[in-house]
């Protein structure tokens, strides 16, 4: 029940989730009573509350919330998965503690080493998964490989494709190009069995140059946190121009359709829910800042990969792999 | 002469340079039957021709270029900055050979092991100076610290700001994130007397949260080609959206005052001319795909750098730091 607005979001998502899904429950974990003054009677049983006494809050050192918050919402939440009562979790609480707690209460799947975070952007021909997000700082190839494996995984399950496309961001498209890490990660994707399509530079993510992109946490935050940065810079100086006097105000309100539609087009909400990928369980992370139509996307995703078995195929495909290069 | 384009639009762009800065000469370096067909006789001798035989082209290896081109036009352009016939070389051309030719030709500055390449980008504020984009994939902390003093020096110079801010990117605001080679270098960047600020996200880019950004070239290169990604992407579908219907096109005429001054606001032509950092000569790159106003502009850039003594500030500043801390 986090996140920057807490219940007002949450609970009217999670109504909206289940009047989308026919086959779906929702268990909302958090303060009971707060929960319970959103929630209208009449939910057919399909969503029911747990109460939990603590919150983690947003800026709080995630090994602080691991260590000391046993009976915080999010880790009452992921138990449920751990004990099977849930196929999912979705949060838009603290991402570092979220991983955390995951990591510590789930557990890594078999051969798989370190959690990535994955997630959807937009691109010329459609959308994109790219993954490490940022969970990790600082990667092997061997590590880079099971991004790779993973992000097939989620990507062929979730799409119902067989062999989605998997690139490695580069600093460009010549295989000598990059640091020694990027290299010897495009070698073993080359030789992994995926449909390795090699290196996608930083445009070539919104070229739609690859089904999956992958690389380390802090290159792959960057990027994402660039890009949003310099989407709501041009929003604010769209919005600047056409509010500059009362003429520019007047076109605004006639281009207001046609640019309503193009927000449409590229509206983040839409891409909601950022995976943890390579845990025994199903976490997808909300934004922090998630409207309810926002949200209400993070819990439809979190129900597609449970119903299309992602973790199954990331075990099966990591199983396939094996015997796995050494990890560094 | 080289870039996408050849002197179609060099020689115009170096015409409307002379035309704007009264105390500028061209010397205009390539194939001189070919610079002669597009350069009008009116030029008041400040712009003349250096006829060289040999052209690197666009995908050319770097090391190639330097062994075997000993006449390529940029070759010669920096032969004349090394003799001190120019105080800079502006080109369009190949980038790494231009790295490789500038540094095997000019040296380093003194107390400065490794080039930068650095490009201003628009900010909500107005803009700021990002380096390294490219020329270095590994840099240690010193590097980065390094990168720091030039950038604040170019800005310091070319802005007489005295002590402009300077950040480092990173994926969080505390000091606690990020690797460990940022963190060191945010301690290196601390202790050195710099205006630092710390640690700059993806977005702060954008926000304008410092005047110079420092980073390795992988990550800078990475977020400068997906805002470039993302920024044709965006304007890719706004303009499907306008044109999608006949009502649609009519309001695209409408809002086209608007639209042309959103343009405006954000053209990357205006900031066209990416320094190469840390040579003993100023070298400025322009975009391969410029065109006329652009081109102009990285002369105008390249002008600016060698009026108000870029070199010889980052000389003095490098001075000031010692004895800097051993370089990895």
């Known amino acids: ?75 009452v939440a992921i138990n449920l998965v751990k004990q099977g009562e849930a196929d999912a979790c979705v949060s838009a609480g603290n991402t570092g503690a979220l991983m955390a707690i995951s990591r510590f ?71 000598i190009k990059g640091n020694d890490v ?7 994707l080359r030789e992994s069995g995926l449909n390795f399509v090699g290196n996608v530079e930083g445009d070539g993510i919104y070229k739609g140059e690859a089904e999956v992109v992958v690389c380390d946490g802090f290159v792959g935050n960057v990027a994402l946190k660039a890009s949003e940065g310099l ?28 640019l309503k539609n193009f927000r449409k087009h590229v509206d983040h909400r839409r891409y909601n829910g950022a995976t943890l990928l390579g845990l025994k369980g199903i976490v997808v992370k909300s934004h922090g800042s998630a409207d309810v139509f926002s949200f209400s996307n993070a819990l439809g995703r979190a129900a597609e990969e449970a119903r299309t078995g992602v973790l199954q195929r990331i075990t099966e495909r990591v199983a396939l792999q094996q015997p796995l290069p050494e990890s560094a």
Do not use: W
């Open 231 to 258: 989407a709501q810079m041009l929003a604010t100086f769209l919005r600047q121009e056409f509010k500059r006097n009362l003429l520019t105000k007047f076109v605004a309100l006639i281009a207001m359709p046609v």
């Open 182 to 188: 990027v290299k010897r990660a495009a070698e073993l």
């Open 1 to 75: 029940m986090g996140g920057d607005h807490g219940p007002v979001v949450t609970v009217p998502a999670a109504l909206d989730f289940v009047s989308k899904y026919e086959d779906v429950r929702v268990i909302l974990v958090g303060l009971e009573a707060e929960i319970r003054t959103f929630l209208s009677n009449d939910v057919n049983g399909r969503i029911s509350v747990l109460h939990a006494t603590e919150v983690v809050a947003m800026d709080e050192p995630p090994a602080l919330a691991l260590r000391s918050k046993k009976d915080s919402s999010m880790r």
């Open 105 to 175: 209460v789930l557990k890594m799947l078999p051969g798989i080493d370190r959690p990535a975070i994955c997630a959807i952007l937009p691109t010329a021909k459609g959308h994109t998964h790219v993954l490490d997000l940022g969970a990790n700082v600082d990667c092997s190839p061997e590590h880079l490989l099971q991004f790779g494996i993973m992000g097939a995984s989620l990507v062929g399950a979730i799409e119902h494709k067989d062999r989605p496309t998997v690139g490695i961001l580069n600093i460009g498209e010549e295989d």
